[in-house]
Every structure is written in structure tokens, then in C-alpha cells.
């Protein structure tokens, strides 16, 4: 069993920028994928940004490319999400997720599927 525990969500302006922190539970979390996926209200749950278990590979929406930045800590367990020039349309609740039989050390999934546990979620508000 794996938890997943979110934070650094809340309000801010267009423009602005945002940490998000995922701390997991577990022993062999290096051995997780992790990835960062968004629900916008109204619409379906998407793909936002990934990472593999040494953090030598990433994958990212292509929404956000050049504004969000994820990286891991193992010696923390805990997966961030740096996100810059945040827009109104990146308001969406934030999930954090484990993808613990990555196949591949360089594996950073887009799909939902491919991830066995998810945090609650924390909500991301942009202003314009």
C-alpha cells in the first residue's frame, strides 16, 4: 500500500507561480514513477507532467511545457511540481500519482491507466 499525500495547492494570480509537494509512503519509492495529473472542472482528468525513477527522464503536457518543472527527492520521498506563469486555465484540482511497476527505469507515463495509487488531490486556483 502506498499513500500519497499532497500540499502546496491554494489562490493565485495569472502570472504567478506555485509549488506543489507529494510526499509517498514506502520503502522502495526510487523504484516509483511518479506523475502529476489535473481535473478542471467540468472536464476529464489530464496528464500534466511525469517522472521516472531517477528522475533522468521526464514527460510533460504539452499545456505546460516550459512553464511546469517536476522533480523527486528519494532521500525525501517526495515528488514537486514547480509550476510558472500560471493561466486561469491551469485551475484544476492537482493529483499526485505512483506508477509502482514502472517496467523501465527512463518510464515517465502519460496515461492514467499506467499509475496504481493517487493522492487525494489539492486545488490549484488561478485569478485573472
Known amino acids: 500500500q502506498v499513500q500519497l499525500v499532497e500540499s502546496g495547492g491554494g489562490l493565485v494570480q495569472a502570472g504567478e507561480s506555485m509549488r506543489l509537494s507529494c510526499t509517498a509512503s514506502?520503502?522502495?519509492?526510487?523504484?516509483?514513477?511518479m506523475g502529476w495529473f489535473r481535473r478542471a472542472p467540468g472536464k476529464e482528468r489530464e496528464f500534466v507532467a511525469a517522472i521516472s525513477w531517477i528522475g533522468s527522464n521526464t514527460n510533460y503536457a504539452d499545456s505546460v511545457k516550459g512553464r511546469f518543472t517536476i522533480s523527486r527527492d528519494n532521500a525525501k520521498n517526495t515528488v514537486l511540481l514547480q509550476m510558472a506563469s500560471l493561466k486561469p486555465e491551469d485551475t484544476a484540482l492537482y493529483y499526485c500519482?505512483?506508477?509502482?511497476?514502472?517496467?523501465?527505469?527512463?518510464?515517465?507515463?502519460?496515461?492514467?491507466?499506467?499509475?496504481?495509487?493517487w493522492g487525494q488531490g489539492t486545488q490549484v486556483t488561478v485569478s485573472s
Open positions: 514506502g520503502r522502495t519509492f526510487s523504484r516509483y514513477a
Open positions: 500519482a505512483a506508477d509502482i511497476n514502472a517496467r523501465l527505469p527512463i518510464s515517465a507515463s502519460y496515461r492514467d491507466t499506467d499509475y496504481d495509487y
